[in-house]
Structures are given as structure tokens and as C-alpha cells.
């Protein structure tokens, strides 16, 4: 009797198995094909720290002018963090990203890389950000219309960026 209980709870459970599968597991593409969000390309420069545990893009709806303080600038990306993106392929030279994300205006889309340390959160520094062409002084926002994918947010994301003192704000010139 015992043998027939695993075969029972098979047929009964298969077709509820077989009937939650949708065709594209896991991909993540199939968010951009039928959604709303950014992408891009990240060229990354400069020699990656072995001592990192993720490297991520992150879409903020505000830019923190004149945050310096570490502890306000945690609070004010946590309250205006709209989308994060996979862990990003440590090692990789480029990588191509997709974040899904609502309609709206957004004033920051970085690339931030976090130490492979306890309170990592504390250490998180900016590797690059998205800028026009024009203006490099401050990122450049991005408007997503419902529906859409804006496509050419590309950034560059320098390692040497991590020897700024400040965690933000700052951006290596050439």
C-alpha cells in the first residue's frame, strides 16, 4: 500500500503540473518583449576587485544632488529605488542589460558594485552612470512611455571609479 502513494499523488498532481508551465520559463527576455523598461549596453574598463560580490543596474526616479552623508545618501536610494537588475557576469568586459520598469521619468540609471564584505550595503560604489553626450556632469534622466523600451542606455563603468572617496557623485575623466 505504501508503494502506491507516490504514484497516487502523481496523478493527481501531474496535471496541475503540466498546466502551470507557460512555454518560456525563465528567460529573461520574454519581460522585455512584453513589458515596459530600459536597456542597454555596459562596457566595463578597468581590472575587476576580487573582492566583489555583485555588480548590478539600478534605476532611481531622482538624482541626490548634494547628498554626501553616507548614511542619508542609504536612505535616499532606498526610498527612490525603482528597479535593480540582475547580479551582472563577474569578469565579463560587456554585458547587455534589460530592467523592466513602469512608465515614468527617471533621473538615474547606474551601474553600482557591491564589496564581498558583511555590510556590504555600506560599501556600494558607483562604477558609471547613463550621460548624454553632451553633458557630462551630471546623469543624463530617462523617460519611459507605457509600453515601450528605451533602447541606447548605454554606460560605461570604470573600476578606477572605486578609489573615489565618496560613493556617488564623482566620475573619472578621461
Do not use: Q
Request: hydrophobic share 40%; glycine share 8%; proline share 7%.
Amino acid at each position: 500500500m505504501n508503494k502506491l502513494i507516490p504514484v497516487f499523488l502523481f496523478i493527481i498532481l501531474s496535471p496541475f503540473l503540466f498546466t502551470c508551465y507557460n512555454g518560456h520559463g525563465l528567460s529573461p527576455f520574454v519581460s522585455e518583449m512584453n513589458g515596459t523598461g530600459i536597456k542597454g549596453h555596459i562596457t566595463f574598463t578597468g581590472k575587476w576587485p576580487d573582492s566583489t560580490k555583485e555588480v548590478r543596474v539600478a534605476v532611481l526616479d531622482k538624482y541626490p544632488e548634494g547628498i554626501s552623508d553616507p548614511d542619508s545618501l542609504m536612505g535616499f536610494v532606498l526610498n527612490n529605488l525603482i528597479a535593480l537588475s540582475d547580479t551582472i557576469p563577474r569578469f565579463v568586459n560587456e554585458y547587455d542589460y534589460f530592467i523592466t520598469a513602469e512608465e515614468g521619468f527617471y533621473e538615474w540609471v547606474v551601474v553600482v558594485w557591491f564589496p564581498d564584505i558583511p555590510l556590504y550595503l555600506f560599501g556600494v560604489r558607483e562604477l558609471g552612470a547613463y550621460y548624454s553626450s553632451t553633458d557630462d556632469t551630471k546623469p543624463c534622466p530617462v523617460y519611459i512611455s507605457k509600453g515601450s523600451v528605451i533602447s541606447g542606455i548605454d554606460i560605461t563603468a570604470d573600476f578606477k571609479n572605486l578609489e573615489n572617496n565618496a560613493p556617488f557623485f564623482k566620475r573619472n575623466k578621461k
